[in-house]
């Protein structure tokens, strides 16, 4: 039973341009959620999808929007990068009955 | 607004000895579950442990072990017969039950000495 999947695990970018990143559930999973992790610091929420559409949403930018697909995998884009969105992306699922967060191992972004 | 708070940046503990990671929160709802995390340098982030807020006894998964003080508002995490696999990044999370959002410390980096 493959756990949650992410991809690419690491990409470079400049400044201005636009990336998309993804993500596949747990197997049984219904719900995925991303956080951004920069250096040294907790994962902070970005937003979270269910039924292909996003429920809730932390304070970032609309230049991060996400999208899910019926198969429940996911994507996180994000246009007109800047330096501060060099991070580590966090993507985790949950099941139907929500409880603990099962993460990927993630996708470092870095933005020159 | 729901807040975590580790204060603790770094820990060092020898080999085979308990250390003890504290974690306080802040929130008004009274239904909230705790989590900690840990995060080896692979980045992936592993669930160690969980405490529903209406839980009356401390939840225990091996050698892990939640110290739950819900007037104080603390989840302190105890690692017992530490391992040097044991040495990574410990993250303290709190669930909105409502909303399914987590909301995550800034970390205690753990260190075991052989």
């Known amino acids: 039973d493959a756990g949650v999947t992410q991809s690419p695990t690491h990409l470079i970018k400049t400044r201005g341009q636009q990336v998309t990143l993804r993500c596949s559930p747990k197997?049984?999973?219904?719900?995925v959620s991303w956080y951004q992790q920069a250096l040294g610091q907790g994962p902070q929420f970005i937003f979270q999808y269910y039924e292909e559409e996003e429920r809730q949403r932390g304070n970032f930018p609309d230049r991060f929007s996400g999208h899910q697909f019926p198969n429940y995998s996911s994507e996180l884009n994000v246009n007109a990068l800047l330096l501060g969105d060099s991070a580590l992306y966090l993507c985790?699922?949950?099941?139907?009955?929500?409880?603990?967060?099962?993460f990927g191992s993630g996708t470092q972004l870095s933005v020159l | 607004a729901q807040k975590i708070t580790q204060t603790q940046p770094g820990m060092f503990v020898q080999e085979k000895e308990a250390v003890t990671l504290d974690c306080t929160y802040d929130t008004s709802d009274p239904s909230y579950g705790l989590f900690w995390y840990k995060q080896p340098s692979s980045g992936e982030m592993i669930f160690l442990i969980y405490q529903g807020s209406y839980d009356q006894q401390n939840a225990t998964e091996g050698r892990y072990s939640l110290n739950f003080q819900k007037a104080r508002k603390s989840a302190n995490l105890v690692i017992s017969a530490s391992q040097l696999g044991d040495s990574a990044m410990y993250f303290c999370a709190m669930r909105d039950v409502l909303f399914n959002k987590f909301y995550f410390g800034s970390g205690t980096k753990l260190n075991v000495k052989p």
């Open positions: 985790a699922s949950s099941p139907p009955a929500g409880g603990k967060l099962f």
């Open positions: 197997s049984g999973h219904d719900t």
